[in-house]
């Protein structure tokens, strides 16, 4: 599984902005297209289901039926290069919709839910990077595979393996090989987690924090917590974002051992760094919910901003099927991944149980 290798709609310095912005339309208008497909497939259902209550028609969220359709499109026809600019545009759709969908979070509800949810992440990152780290060694993974595999799963995914090829001097196949592991996990985890959820009968809160601990790749924590609901989806959001906050010192710490061992270069100026490195979207989500708290918008504007999040996330989700190709995963290797599926099912197995726990002392409703 893979991203296609994308390419960066801005890679290109000889180009104009207005050139390069016109290349990435054909794929963003496929993206909204899925996203908009997927809404109207879950519209035909529901009207089916409304006329034939006997039929045994699937329930399928919006949400599911654009990753299905991409995966449809990416693994039958393949992404075309005409549509690879566009496309590449996911994360920056993505990240435009978690900073509007602070909106809906109170600065006193983020004082609130947000206390437990960093102390949950802490034990989160502590045991995820443990947990890689010797998985990786009794596999006898090569180091900085390990490295990579144990970032991404204890931050943010892929963000996290592409923050950090750079600052430990990776390989580009051990790069590849961490990413296309984590978001084969990712993709397990859209049909696994709802089901999980649904036994258990989480509240919204409670699995959509559990989803934000526990699912790595940022796209595909926000889907899977949107997929249970819209509730579970913004607390997804909100766990996720404070794992993600967290990037700059992981990525950091991973730098300055290797620097150490004589194998990446050395961090000269490390505040800098971790600016480079600390995703400006945290900032962003935060500074809305900022503004919300002090009555900034009205009620009018406040909708309109969540309905602005629900229209930026809609490309994002068709993205996280479109990107993704099943035939990568061949050749790859089975180590890498039988390493991630361990630790995943691990740190999946005690932050479901840290999130019971939170849950019936009360700070997790």
């Given amino acids: 599984m893979s991203t296609h290798t994308l390419p960066n709609?801005?890679?290109?310095?000889?180009s104009s902005p207005a050139a390069r912005f016109v290349r990435t339309i054909p794929g963003m208008a496929l993206l909204f297209g899925v996203g908009l497909l997927g809404k109207l497939f879950e519209h035909v259902i529901a009207i089916l289901h409304a006329q034939h209550p006997a039929w045994p028609l699937p329930h399928i969220e919006y949400v599911l039926w654009a990753i299905i359709l991409g995966l449809?499109?990416?693994?039958?026809?393949?992404?075309?290069?005409?549509?690879?600019?566009?496309?590449?545009?996911?994360?920056?759709?993505?990240?435009?919709g978690i900073v509007l969908i602070g909106a809906r979070f109170l600065m006193q509800d983020l004082f609130h839910i947000g206390g437990m949810t960093l102390v949950l992440v802490a034990i989160e990152l502590v045991l995820s990077l443990?947990?890689?780290?010797?998985?990786?060694?009794?596999?006898?993974?090569?180091?900085?595979?390990?490295?990579?595999?144990?970032?991404?799963?204890?931050?943010?995914?892929?963000t996290a393996i592409m923050a950090t090829q750079g600052a430990i001097d990776a390989s580009e196949e051990d790069t590849s090989t961490a990413m296309a592991a984590i978001l084969t996990l990712g993709a397990i985890a859209l049909f696994t987690f709802p089901a999980i959820g649904h036994a258990l009968h989480m509240s919204q809160q409670s699995y959509g924090i559990w989803a934000g601990l526990a699912v790595d790749n940022t796209a595909e924590a926000t889907v899977t917590g949107a997929?249970?609901?819209?509730?579970?989806?913004?607390f997804a959001v909100l766990s996720k974002t404070a794992r993600s906050s967290f990037l700059g010192f992981?990525?950091?710490?991973?730098?300055?051992?290797?620097?150490?061992?004589?194998?990446?270069?050395?961090?000269?100026?490390?505040?800098?760094?971790?600016?480079?490195?600390?995703?400006?979207?945290?900032?962003?989500?935060?500074?809305?919910?900022?503004?919300?708290?002090?009555?900034?918008?009205?009620?009018?504007?406040?909708?309109?901003?969540?309905?602005?999040?629900?229209?930026?996330?809609?490309?994002?989700?068709a993205g996280?099927?479109?990107?993704?190709?099943?035939?990568?995963l061949v050749g790859q290797g089975w180590r890498p991944l039988i390493v991630g599926i361990l630790g995943e099912v691990f740190i999946a197995l005690v932050t479901l149980g840290l999130v019971y726990w939170s849950y019936h002392r009360g700070a997790i409703q």
């Avoid at 499109?73 to 690879?84: D, H, K, L």
Wanted: glycine share 8%.
């Fill in 9 to 14: 709609p801005t890679a290109s310095p000889a």
């Fill in 250 to 317: 992981v990525v950091l710490g991973y730098a300055v051992y290797w620097a150490s061992q004589g194998k990446a270069a050395a961090v000269e100026n490390k505040a800098l760094f971790l600016w480079q490195k600390f995703p400006k979207f945290v900032l962003g989500f935060i500074a809305i919910s900022v503004l919300a708290t002090a009555g900034f918008f009205t009620h009018g504007q406040l909708n309109s901003l969540s309905n602005l999040s629900r229209w930026a996330f809609l490309p994002a989700f």
């Fill in 130 to 158: 443990t947990v890689m780290t010797l998985l990786g060694r009794i596999f006898k993974l090569p180091p900085k595979l390990t490295s990579l595999l144990s970032i991404g799963s204890s931050v943010c995914g892929v």
């Fill in 72 to 96: 449809v499109i990416s693994n039958t026809f393949g992404v075309a290069r005409i549509f690879q600019p566009g496309v590449a545009t996911y994360e920056l759709w993505l990240k435009l």
């Fill in 227 to 234: 997929i249970y609901g819209d509730a579970a989806g913004r």
């Fill in 320 to 328: 996280v099927g479109v990107r993704t190709n099943l035939r990568d």
